[in-house]
């Protein structure tokens, strides 16, 4: 019997479950600007993330360390029974019997280090030349991620240029075919000339659907980088630009030297081996701790054993003698330690500059094949429409146009290559010398610099 009221359930659910599949079937449009995409991956990349914990471990570490020198207090609560296995005679009173009894007891104590021989402070020195390092690698990941999210949106710029690049190839050989074909209708030029444009066509085409394809994949790219759906359709709002930049070699050296954050680690990875050079040595110096405590119970045998009292207040001192070269043996480690850290402190100065110095020639060269690869697209412009004149007018060949359009995408290749190269090198050179990141901690606030300082 037909239901009125079930058809419509079933109505309805049918609606709702093609509402949920077309709208999966569209993805999402997301139009955002360079300063979108790298304020996105400084907040949800998990790169940024994992640094911010790793300095919040480090700075409970360092806390950890500190109240090492701080009294300490334990507690401790005994409760047992026993008594012999097998019965014994009282030498007193003759009688035989196990002795079976209850025993509780309860104690206090508390305790304070007065000398460790470095121990304390070593540990201390490590722990913040640590968190330190791992404060400055926060600010290091957001310039880092300030780099994977230019990058990446350059890249999807890049991509979407070569497209439109080779769109405007097929564009210009399918409007040329359309031209040979209608003369060989008329008998003005031979087949030969037909399918060579054929064949050039499908070439196009093919770099077309290569450079589509490298598209779709830098979207992806991007859209993982800074926390989107990967199947987000971007639209980006800029454009790859040539923005002089003004400052020289010797300005960006002296930056970095300042301002790098691998040199400051690096610097406090010194800082830390001293520390431990600290620590292995008060092995051979002793050890000097005060105490108090107060018990209860004994071995009396009510719950919980606060019938009987006693105190007890001393200092306690102790010293490794001998520990057949133990000790020794840590401390020529801990040094090895200390000159590996000082060694890499100087190759990572050097590494520094060189990084900086070939980003800074990358920058130069691809400034300089901007200005001529535009002169070179401005001529293979030129080139192509006369040879196309000559073509229609029955003077040039078919394979001269042909020629033309090659040398015109190749030339157009170039400038946006320079001009890709040249906006990347810029912030590979922004990394290397350091420059700091604008973060907007939260939306509608004013941003501010990452250049985080560890708090003693």
Excluded at 148 to 165: I, K, P, V
Excluded at 196 to 208: G, I
Excluded at 303 to 331: H, Q, R
Excluded at 366 to 392: G, P, W
Aim: proline share 2%; aromatic share 6%.
């Amino acid at each position: 019997m037909f239901n009125y009221k079930k058809s419509q359930k079933v109505l309805v659910l049918t609606a709702a479950l093609s509402l949920l599949c077309t709208q999966s079937v569209f993805a999402e449009t997301l139009e955002l600007d360079l300063d979108d995409a790298v304020q996105r991956a400084l907040t949800t990349n998990p790169a940024v993330k994992i640094a911010i914990s790793q300095k919040k471990g480090s700075k409970a570490e360092l806390n950890a360390a500190r109240s090492g020198r701080g009294i300490s207090i334990s507690a401790e609560h005994r409760s047992g029974r026993g008594g012999y296995a097998d019965a014994q005679k009282n030498a007193f009173t003759g009688v035989y019997s196990k002795d079976l009894g209850n025993s509780h007891s309860n104690s206090i104590t508390a305790s304070i280090p007065i000398y460790t021989g470095g121990q304390l402070s070593g540990t201390i020195d490590q722990a913040k030349a640590n968190y330190k390092s791992y404060a400055l690698g926060e600010t290091k990941a957001y310039i880092e991620m300030k780099k994977t999210a230019t990058d990446g949106y350059f890249s999807l710029l890049q991509a979407g240029n070569m497209e439109n690049l080779y769109q405007d190839s097929v564009n210009q050989l399918e409007e040329h075919l359309k031209n040979v074909q209608a003369q060989y209708d008329v008998g003005v030029v031979a087949k030969v000339d037909v399918l060579r444009s054929e064949v050039s066509l499908a070439n196009a085409q093919q770099q077309l659907i290569q450079a589509t394809n490298n598209y779709d994949v830098a979207e992806a790219s991007l859209n993982k980088i800074i926390g989107t759906s990967l199947d987000t359709t971007l639209k980006l709002k800029d454009s790859l630009q040539y923005t002089p930049y003004e400052n020289d070699m010797q300005y960006c050296l002296d930056y970095a030297s300042m301002n790098r954050v691998d040199l400051e680690q690096s610097r406090l990875a010194v800082d830390a081996a001293k520390g431990a050079v600290k620590v292995a040595k008060s092995g051979f110096l002793p050890k000097v701790n005060a105490s108090a405590g107060e018990a209860w119970g004994g071995s009396g045998s009510n719950w919980p054993g606060d019938d009987k009292e006693n105190w007890s207040v001393g200092i306690s001192a102790s010293m490794n003698i001998f520990d057949s070269g133990v000790t020794l043996s840590k401390v020529h480690a801990a040094e090895e330690k200390l000159l590996q850290a000082e060694e890499t402190y100087r190759d990572t100065v050097d590494s520094v500059e060189l990084e900086v110095r070939s980003n800074y020639l990358g920058l130069r060269e691809a400034e300089k094949r901007i200005s001529t690869t535009q002169v070179a697209v401005a001529k293979a412009e030129e080139d192509f429409h006369i040879a196309q004149v000559r073509y229609m007018a029955g003077v040039g060949t078919n394979l001269d146009v042909i020629d033309a359009q090659v040398a015109l995408t190749e030339a157009r290749t170039n400038f946006v290559n320079a001009l890709y190269d040249y906006n990347t090198s810029k912030i590979a050179l922004e990394t290397a010398m350091g420059v700091p990141v604008a973060v907007a901690p939260a939306a509608n606030t004013t941003p501010t610099m990452s250049t985080a300082s560890a708090e003693e």
